[in-house]
């Protein structure tokens, strides 16, 4: 599990995740937005609560392991 994963904004995660070839699906329900990246042939597609002030570290690594990211593949994005 990568360590010191940081509660970050909203706003901060999505930047991060399209850096990672993520990108903008459409709007969900409420304040969720739905983003989607290919993975082995297959799209994986995760809302993200934009209307959050600030996103926990677990909801943070919950959404990196959704999307199916690594923890070296996580750890490089953050420092980014």
């Given at each position: 599990?990568?360590k010191n994963?940081?509660?970050?904004?909203?706003?901060?995660?999505?930047?991060?995740?399209?850096?990672?070839?993520?990108?903008?699906?459409?709007?969900?329900?409420?304040?969720?937005?739905?983003?989607?990246?290919?993975?082995?042939?297959?799209?994986?597609?995760?809302?993200?609560?934009?209307?959050?002030?600030?996103?926990?570290?677990?909801?943070?690594?919950?959404?990196?392991?959704?999307?199916?990211?690594?923890?070296?593949?996580?750890?490089?994005?953050?420092?980014?």
């Open positions: 599990m990568p994963i940081p509660s970050l904004k909203p706003k901060e995660l999505v930047r991060i995740l399209k850096a990672g070839g993520c990108a903008y699906l459409r709007e969900g329900k409420g304040d969720h937005r739905l983003y989607f990246r290919y993975l082995e042939g297959k799209k994986r597609v995760v809302p993200i609560d934009m209307g959050a002030r600030e996103l926990s570290p677990p909801y943070v690594l919950r959404i990196f392991r959704q999307f199916g990211f690594m923890d070296n593949e996580i750890e490089d994005l953050l420092r980014r």
